[in-house]
């Protein structure tokens, strides 16, 4: 999901139920991550993502 998508509609203050909290989120910054399961194996690997909500390489936790 692109950053404008997230902060559209308290997208972001809804899910974690807390305005303020998600305010402080977006002024800080944080990082855009995807997991896909492999239909495979059930493996799950997590994506970073830029503001675009593109994937930019793998996300190493």
């Given at each position: 999901m692109s950053a404008p998508w997230i902060e559209?509609?308290?997208r972001l203050a809804n899910?974690?139920?807390d305005?303020?909290?998600a305010d402080?989120?977006?002024s800080e910054?944080?990082?855009s991550v995807i997991a896909k399961i492999?239909?495979?194996n059930g493996v799950v690997e997590y994506y970073?993502?830029?503001h675009?909500?593109?994937e930019i390489g793998p996300w190493l936790n």
């Amino acid at each position: 999901m692109s950053a404008p998508w997230i902060e559209g509609n308290n997208r972001l203050a809804n899910a974690i139920g807390d305005s303020d909290l998600a305010d402080d989120t977006i002024s800080e910054g944080c990082i855009s991550v995807i997991a896909k399961i492999s239909e495979i194996n059930g493996v799950v690997e997590y994506y970073r993502l830029n503001h675009l909500g593109q994937e930019i390489g793998p996300w190493l936790n």
